[in-house]
């Protein structure tokens, strides 16, 4: 009798949050599985909205020229979606440097495609230093065309494997 009260119980509770689960949405975060918050402004009037239904990813990599890790990181990351084409992930790298000066010759040296790169200008102070939560180490997304982060700090590697399953 107990083992059948038991079993009633789990079933009820399964239909309940299944029932329940239909009307969830994803909710904006910087984990696996939640959507990328949007980017407005970045003071050069660029806006992104990573929910584009084009079937291509967007890989957006943060850095400064003051972090050395960070600035090599873009550059590889750069090089490597260069690679792959445009069709598959696009790139969207946003330097934090405060000075546009800093930025601009960061870009030149390092010899980076100009229209992948991008300038916040208030660096550290930004909203979207805040947003992203950058003061524990500059990251890296990997975005699906739904806006839904596929992976955090994605190295080259990853970046291969995830096109060849695009």
């Known amino acids: 009798m107990k083992v059948k009260a038991y079993v009633l119980v789990v079933i009820a509770t399964l239909f ?3 029932a329940v689960t239909k009307d969830v949405r994803l909710v904006e975060g910087l984990s ?3 959507l990328a918050p949007g980017i407005k402004s970045l003071g050069n009037e ?3 909205n990573f929910q584009n239904h084009s079937g291509s990813y967007t890989l957006l990599n943060f850095w400064a020229a003051y972090d050395a890790e960070s600035r090599a990181r873009n550059v590889v990351l ?12 696009s790139l969207r790298s946003i330097s934090l440097d405060e000075k546009e000066s800093i930025f601009s010759e960061t870009v030149r040296i390092d010899r980076l495609n100009g229209t992948t790169q991008f300038h916040a200008e208030q660096g550290k102070k930004s909203a979207l230093y805040k947003t992203y939560n ?5 990251k890296n997304y ?3 065309d ?3 982060i596929i992976a955090v700090n994605v190295t ?4 291969k494997e995830v096109s060849k399953s695009i």
């Not at 979606?81 to 992930?89: C, D």
């Open 78 to 89: 750069s090089n490597e979606v260069n690679k792959l084409g445009s069709e598959k992930i």
């Open 16 to 18: 309940t949050i299944s």
């Open 134 to 138: 950058l003061k524990k180490g500059f």
């Open 32 to 34: 696996p599985g939640d």
């Open 146 to 148: 739904e806006g839904v």
């Open 156 to 159: 080259p590697n990853e970046l």
């Open 46 to 48: 660029r806006d992104f």
């Open 142 to 144: 990997l975005i699906n």
